[in-house]
């Protein structure tokens, strides 16, 4: 028990009264896919994960279709790569999924009823064994929600933006966050769940959804969907700590106090430079104490934003452990231009053949840079 975590003050607290700073990386691209980080066809903020999916289930059986995708993320993160992050310093996996890893569609039905065969609760599991092996926390991240929360790609839908409105999707998503609740409540090695991934983030599309992410109407929207997520949660019982997002600022949030929102860790997200970062951090820190909260950037690509985070207490989680296609500068730690899937086009065997052993981390390039600055800033931590 003495690894069950909670927020007190502005502090993450273990069972030994320690406060815990999450240091680590986001698992990106594994349980949900983006076109321009992952080996898949299809251009960057025009192609999605539902596209991939949706092509793949008209070519091929529901079987296959599975099988595929059971390829791909028993490869693209293995218990190697568990221990590489381990051997970082980092405590922490943040990892991004997406209700159809569960739902086989927006109405909410298991793909499988038995959760020990469902393929997104067998992941889940297995990333909990892993990082209780390697002596880590997971965050769980709900990348995609039913109907998408923004009109962004990286939801797994495009321009879509529909979960505000949609009852049917705000029943599904609650009904997996209540599964995922029941399932893991009594699991110390969850640090957190993250209720969904950068809401409302519509900058640059057009469309009947795209409502401004600036404005005070989206936010309200962004709320009611975490006022009901997070009710339903702690109506199963379960008391892990809560992180919500701001998008693109931690003020768009509400004071937890007055939502009776409780053991909360605020986040946002940062791709700005120092300047921009030093001020959205210190921005965090101000928020920290006045609504006693954690703080916690969930991603980010600036490494020198790794000590601005530090010496406010705030946790971190870079953008991300690996990719392919596009070689973005910090964004990696591990890169390689692997050859993508034609979903359209190749063969269940080679669309196997691409996502099998080719993809694993083994025939990447490590990225030293990024390496040994999280190294780097990791064992700088534990020393102090």
Known sequence: MNRFLK???????????????????????????????????????????????????????????????DTYQ?????ETDIKIIFELGCNVLRVPFWYRNFMADEEGTWIHENFDKNPGFKRIDWIIQMAERYGMYVILDLHGCPGGQSMDHCCGTLARNSLYTNAVCQESMKKLWVAIANRYKDTSTIAAYDIMNEPQNNTGYEGENSYDPWKQESWEMTNQIYDSMIKAIRDTGDNHIITVEGIWRVSNLPDPREMGWTNMMYQTHLYDDDQGFKQWVEDMAATMSKYGVAGYIGEFQNLNGIKMCEENNISWTTWSYKGTNNDVGTFFCYFANSERVDVEKDSLEIIKQKWGEKIETKNFDAKNKVIEYIKNSTRISSIK
């Open 74 to 78: 028993d490869h693209w993160i293995t």
């Open 7 to 69: 927020v007190v003050g502005s502090k993450v607290i273990n069972g030994l009264g320690e406060n815990i700073i999450f240091r680590g990386v986001n698992l990106g691209g594994w349980l949900i896919q983006e076109s321009w980080m992952c080996p898949v066809s299809g251009e960057d903020r025009k192609w999605a994960n539902l596209d991939t999916l949706n092509v793949l289930k008209k070519r091929f059986t529901e079987e296959e279709v599975q099988e595929i995708f």
